[in-house]
């Protein structure tokens, strides 16, 4: 059996793996508990697929002995650390298509075709985010564009909206030459909207995700005129993108898609979805271990092995439905502090924007999805308000639904709030001393409201403004995620939350 074997020394928390995975037709699913390394297998599984993953990795998360082997059949590559940066010590080169010169490439000789989509916040699909709108302020912006193919269109839609004709509208650059003209690294998409044009990186990151996945899928299995090649899909954590239900029906996609190609459709998923675990065969599904940096690797596993710890057993008695990480996190603390779980049970579950939380709440609700006996309650950013106002006015059933909502708007929002409008200093002080010690806070500030792109586009939703943030973090070794997880603490020490403490602890009685 055709198989990838690979060894990992001393990169980020992994301190040794060694581990043998199958390259045979067929889904896969790295599960386990936070902090346990699946993103990091994933990111050098990806050395695979592109070699400009070893640029993810940086001096903080290497050490001078840390290397990668990987092995498929015959050939090998060993990634060794030089200069802080993993190399395999072999390069080739390619012509330039905007000049006569020539580039120096480095190359991997277990090399195949694929795709890797990283984090929902570190992920490819926004290599392109800087210069998006730099093409969008050309007048002759759409003279570049043409209709998307049907497969991209009537998929993208079938996933997330179960509706094929969802998307009539969306489009993408003509050609590869004209997006390298524009210093793309990709081929960005485009969706027009009663005459508006919407960049690919301005949608939901469920859309942005899912479109790079499916235009690799369009190229590399349906347009593919190789027959029986092999190739690997590398995703990591899609139900951080994607409603329960679209992870459902990608999963779908996905098995006819391997059910029905002639080449050799690898899929690996690292995930915490129950949802998409359920659906794969226990002999494709890898639970990781980590015990003090040694990674240890149970297979088969059977997927309700492989959630007993990711999710809280069937026996809940409340199923909480927020938005995102950060209302995860903040709801847990919430609950813990003000003793709002003794004796029962609670499962706080992220589910994407406020409309997916309503209607997952209310076909939970009209199918007794849960059973007897559990209660779900949605609880809503703080800015989706007047959104859900709306909503129930033209659906009354939603004014039944148990809600609430954070006593802050999404993190972005929050932030560009506290820094930008409100120029809170007490708070830039707060963020500034505990997390920012190598570039202030007030320059990060300075820079942005300066900044031509900031002065073209209002950034209403922050986006533009947190991205910085986490640029500059990631200089100073603190990741996203502790950030979230501290900026919880900051949170909930610097705003009032005993009025929504209250209201949770009404609706959990």
Known sequence: ????????????????????????????????????????????????????????????????????????????????????????????????????????????????????????????????????????????????????????????????????????????????????????????????????????????????????????????????VRKNNDILFLIDEVELALHPAAVYRLIKTLEKLISDASSNLIIYFSTHSSELIHRISPKNIFYIENINGDVEIINPCYPNYAVRNLYVPNGFDFLLLVEDELAKSLVEKVIREYKLSNSKLCCVLPCGGWSQILKLHYDMITYNTLGVGKSIISILDGDAKDDVKEAEKKYSDYKKLRKSFLPIPSIEKYLRKKCILDKDRDFIKLINDKYFNIRSLTDIIHDYENDRRTQTHSDKDGKAFYKILISNLKKSGITEDAFITYLCDDICSYESISDFANKLKSLLS
């Not at 998307?167 to 508006?196: D, M, V």
């Open 1 to 224: 059996m055709k198989q990838i074997d690979i060894e990992i020394i001393n990169v980020k928390n992994i301190s040794k793996m060694k581990a043998s995975f199958p390259l045979e037709k067929g889904l896969y699913a790295f599960v386990g508990e936070n902090g346990c390394g699946k993103s990091n297998l994933m990111l050098a599984l990806s050395l695979i697929v592109k070699t400009s993953s070893s640029h993810m990795l940086t001096s903080n998360d290497l050490s001078p002995d840390s290397h990668i082997k990987i092995k498929i059949g015959e050939s090998e590559d060993f990634w060794f650390c030089k200069s802080g940066r993993l190399t395999t010590g072999k390069f080739g080169q390619i012509k330039d298509r905007k000049s006569p010169k020539v580039r120096k490439v480095l190359i991997a000789s277990t090399h195949m075709d694929g795709f890797y989509e990283g984090s929902i916040f570190y992920g490819r699909r926004f290599d392109d985010f800087n210069i998006i709108d730099r093409f969008m302020s050309n007048p002759k912006m759409k003279e570049s564009l043409i209709e998307a193919d049907s497969f991209v269109r009537e998929t993208l839609g079938y996933i997330l909206h179960n509706d094929t004709g969802y998307y009539p509208n969306l489009k993408k650059i003509k050609t590869r030459a004209i997006a390298e003209e524009n210093n793309f690294k990709g081929i960005p998409y485009f969706n027009e909207i009663n005459g508006h044009i919407i960049s690919q990186y301005r949608m939901s990151s469920g859309e942005s995700m899912l479109i790079s996945l499916i235009d690799f899928i369009n190229n590399l299995v349906i347009k593919n």
